[in-house]
């Protein structure tokens, strides 16, 4: 697995084990904040929106996207053109007085007809992408371009574990809903605190269980911990699974370590995405 925050940001080289479903037609799309809307103390959602959007291939599961924001002080946001991986070069070739941030963000929940979509953001506190949608209001400008999907459950899986933190909460979330009732699901979620257990709408094929950190009995408060060492003493069930592992890097990668080795999971059957890395900043 490679890291977003490493030298190739792509998220293509993300998992070995992907089942990467690209888009067939990928554009920049210039979007507008709609609205804002604070969920929790460390969840606010920005629905961003636009004529552009009649171009947005929804796919669901855990789509996922590069989000263009300006940096403090820019008015107005310029982005690349290129609709294919030149903007990454054209990106940088910009300089830094008028090239915008870009970091990855997921699909939460799409309306076609309203042409909007709705994105959550962790309140971290240390990140020019958290500090831009603190702030962001209805008009500002942003961009997307459409990556796809990263997981889709295995065929033939008898269930189905997906576990998070709360950068993948999003993700696990709408893998959750979009999840057909004959899989049965359990979705491990760790939040910042009690009060970030969101009100969800799950089928009853789906057992959550919110993992908050500030009730847990741990010193540990390294985003990530708790749900590797719940999941890695959990009793799995039979059969063939469906895993899809994200958040802090060391929860991605060392839980696939304890499944694939203590759990006899094969790795195949674990999709697993380090969605950034303690004490590292993304690129661009
Ligand atoms: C495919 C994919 C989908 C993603 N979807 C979402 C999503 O829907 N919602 C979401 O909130 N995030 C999501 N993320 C994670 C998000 O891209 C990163 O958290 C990103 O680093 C945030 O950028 P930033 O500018 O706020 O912080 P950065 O400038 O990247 O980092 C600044 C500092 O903050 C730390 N940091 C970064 N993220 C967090 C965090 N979540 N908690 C605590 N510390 C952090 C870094 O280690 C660094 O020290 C996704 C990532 C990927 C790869």
């Not at 210039?30 to 929790?40: D, G, M, P, T």
């Amino acid at each position: 697995m490679s890291h977003p925050t490493g030298k190739d940001p792509s998220p293509r080289s993300a998992a070995k084990t992907k089942t990467r479903v690209a888009p067939t037609h990928r554009c920049m799309l210039r979007l507008e904040v709609i609205a804002a809307h604070r969920l929790s103390e460390h969840f606010l959602r920005l629905t961003i929106g636009g004529d552009d959007l009649a171009d947005f291939e929804y796919q669901g599961w855990d789509q996922l996207f590069r989000l263009f924001f300006p940096r403090p002080g820019q008015t107005g946001l310029r982005m690349p053109s290129a609709a294919n991986n030149g903007w990454i070069a054209q990106l940088y070739l910009m300089p830094v007085t008028t090239r915008p941030h870009v970091r990855n963000y997921t699909v939460r929940a799409f309306r076609a007809a309203q042409r909007e979509l709705d994105v959550d953001f962790v309140v971290h506190g240390d990140g020019p992408a958290a500090t831009w949608a603190l702030a962001a209001g209805p008009g500002d400008p942003v961009g997307i371009f459409d990556e796809g999907t990263m997981y889709r459950p295995r065929q033939g899986a008898h269930w189905q574990l997906l576990v998070a933190e709360e950068s993948a909460a999003p993700a696990a979330l709408a893998i959750a809903e979009q999840t057909p009732a004959s899989l049965p699901t359990t979705l491990y979620l760790e939040v910042p605190t009690a009060a970030d257990i969101l009100p969800v709408t799950l089928g009853p094929h789906v057992n959550v269980r919110w993992l908050p950190r500030d009730t847990a009995d741990t010193a540990d408060t390294m985003p990530g911990r708790l749900a590797l060492d719940t999941v890695s003493h959990a009793t799995l069930p039979a059969g063939h699974g469906s895993v899809f592992i994200a958040g802090e890097s060391g929860l991605a990668t060392g839980l696939r370590r304890i499944l694939t080795s203590q759990h006899n999971i094969p790795k195949q059957d674990i999709t697993f995405f380090g969605y950034w890395k303690h004490g590292r900043s993304s690129l661009g």
